[in-house]
């Protein structure tokens, strides 16, 4: 099974400890900062920019510049026998497609890169610069629209774990080629995805990668 380290740690030794356990792909949270690309979890709080930004339910104020990793400098502490999978956070349509610009601009070598995100369109705009793409699907509304749409375009979906049965798996291998399930800390959990015929799974947690990497 594929193993997908969520949120690639930000030292080198990390990451390496991550890839000893399994992982050969390292997810990283892409947007735009100023004339950059940066590695950030964090998105304007009520949609204002410059103000309050959060993750989840962790907030911090937006003084100044920020002090995120660029995407390179993230590219550079991933093992290079390594693939990273990017994640777009750009909500505003403007900026999703300046972000898929940049990105073709600074990453000439695709082959090690692919991108999951869940609009169409964006997801045509990267295949069409030659990354991988994986659909990203979050609820059963989108999961009933992809498995009823017929084969897919993208290389693969990316789908949370609490709606993949045995059922939907086998209905997702219809149109696509790689299922992934997110995120999965649970190691019981990841070794029934396994059993079901699930590709691969996204996790935090070493453990997991250690019980069903390979």
């Not at 204002?48 to 550079?76: I, M, Q």
């Not at 369109?121 to 994986?134: I, V």
Request: aromatic content about 6%.
């Amino acid at each position: 099974m594929l193993v997908v380290a969520h949120r690639t740690p930000s030292t080198a030794a990390g990451c390496a400890e991550f890839a000893a356990a399994g992982a050969s792909l390292f997810e990283v949270d892409v947007q735009l900062s100023g004339d950059t690309v940066a590695v950030s979890h964090y998105l304007p709080f009520l949609r204002v920019r410059n103000w309050l930004e959060h993750d989840n339910w962790r907030f911090r104020w937006r003084s100044g510049p920020p002090h995120d990793a660029t995407l390179l400098e993230a590219v550079d502490l991933v093992p290079a026998d390594c693939r990273l999978l990017l994640d777009p956070k750009e909500t505003d349509a403007g900026r999703r497609t300046r972000l898929a610009d940049e990105l073709a601009r600074i990453l000439p070598d695709r082959g090690r890169f692919c991108v999951s995100t869940d609009g169409p369109d964006d997801l045509a705009r990267y295949r069409n610069a030659e990354f991988d793409t994986w659909r990203t699907i979050k609820n059963s509304r989108d999961l009933q629209i992809v498995i009823t749409a017929g084969p897919l375009p993208d290389r693969g979906v990316c789908v949370r774990h609490t709606l993949l049965t045995a059922n939907s798996v086998a209905d997702l291998h219809q149109v696509t080629d790689t299922v992934v399930a997110w995120t999965v800390n649970d190691v019981e959990r990841a070794r029934q995805l396994r059993d079901l015929g699930v590709d691969a799974v996204t996790t935090d947690r070493i453990q997991v990668m250690s019980a069903v990497a390979g």
